[in-house]
């Protein structure tokens, strides 16, 4: 199958690749001269517009956009309509809010061009493991473009699927990675627990070697922590600031607007945001509160 990858950054490059290694044709755009010079090393045919990428592909087109969410996911797609036509189809396969994704099929539907939604995970581990897809769109389109999904994902039968109509494939997605948020949160407290007790001097970097094999909490995140730990034991010269990108939160608020409690997300998320505060004045407040009641010493900054 022949495809355009529109964004090439670490992961669209890496995909682009993959579909390439599984025999499909790539033409691929970024605006960065430098990711597009990567790109061609992997065998992708990079071009310098998106007028060019829509000109290298035949009818009808398949388009995979690999952009940061939000305005620019809008922006593409205003680019592109002009130079569409009915039977082309456009693949998101970013980390869009659900919402976006339903209004965006939606406008495009009445153009008569298939929008397809592709929630993926596997980060830069991907072109070598596969990608997990969660797909949403109209049965038909995603039939068609199931060459490129299976090449993607770790088997043509496995680690990927068709999850529902436009939308459903980045809700899921929005899920995974709140879930993503609270085993990551709870693997860091552990760990954190096991590092202060200083009484046995834990290596903590072998225990988690220890539970990647027959543990109940063995999984790829404590792989990648165990490696992290294996390379840097103390985290030296790593900032405590967690950032999100925004999927905690929509999964918080999907939450509370669907009222299911989901309280390990919802803190996870707050976690997060706490670690960016380097002077936080809720913490002053609650010494001088301490302070104030109880008489107990406040420390001095």
């Known amino acids: 199958?022949?495809?355009?990858?529109?964004?090439l950054g670490r992961m669209g490059a890496n995909m682009a690749q993959r579909l390439v290694q599984g025999g499909h044709r790539v033409v691929g755009f970024d605006p960065g001269v430098q990711a597009r010079e990567?790109?061609?090393?992997?065998?992708?045919?990079?071009?310098?517009?998106?007028?060019?990428?829509?000109?290298?592909?035949?009818?009808?087109?398949?388009?995979?956009m690999m952009v940061p969410a939000g305005e620019v996911v809008d922006r593409t797609i205003s680019e592109l309509l002009p130079h569409l036509h009915a039977g082309d189809a456009l693949i998101d396969g970013g980390n869009s809010f659900y919402k976006d994704t339903v209004?965006?099929?939606?406008?495009?539907?009445?153009?008569?061009?298939?929008?397809?939604d592709s929630g993926t995970s596997g980060g830069v581990w991907g072109l070598a493991e596969g990608y997990s897809l969660m797909v949403g769109g109209e049965p038909t389109v995603v039939e068609r473009l199931r060459p490129i999904f299976a090449t993607l994902a770790p088997a043509p039968d496995r680690g990927w699927g068709h999850v529902g109509p436009v939308g459903a494939g980045h809700f899921t997605k929005m899920v995974h990675n709140g879930i993503e948020y609270g085993m990551m949160q709870a693997y860091a407290e552990g760990f954190a627990i096991m590092q202060r007790k200083d009484?046995?001097?834990?290596d903590v970097a072998q225990i988690a070697q220890i539970w990647r094999h027959g543990s109940v909490v063995r999984s790829w995140l404590l792989d990648l922590s165990a490696n992290a730990?294996?390379?840097n034991p103390t985290l030296e010269g790593i900032a405590p600031y967690v950032a999100d990108s925004g999927e905690g939160r929509w999964t918080v608020a999907e939450a509370i607007e669907l009222d299911v409690s989901a309280p390990v997300i919802t803190l996870?998320?707050?976690?997060?945001?706490?670690?960016?505060?380097?002077?936080?004045?809720?913490?002053?407040?609650?010494?001088?509160?301490?302070?104030?009641?109880?008489?107990?010493?406040?420390?001095?900054?």
């Open 1 to 7: 199958m022949e495809l355009g990858m529109i964004g």
């Open 229 to 231: 730990l294996q390379r």
């Open 103 to 116: 209004r965006r099929g939606a406008m495009l539907y009445g153009h008569g061009i298939g929008y397809v």
């Open 199 to 202: 009484e046995f001097a834990l």
């Open 38 to 64: 990567q790109a061609a090393q992997g065998g992708i045919e990079a071009v310098a517009s998106l007028q060019e990428l829509i000109e290298r592909l035949p009818t009808p087109r398949v388009l995979w």
């Open 268 to 301: 996870s998320l707050l976690e997060r945001l706490r670690s960016r505060e380097d002077d936080s004045f809720a913490d002053k407040l609650l010494a001088a509160m301490r302070g104030e009641f109880g008489g107990h010493a406040i420390r001095k900054a």
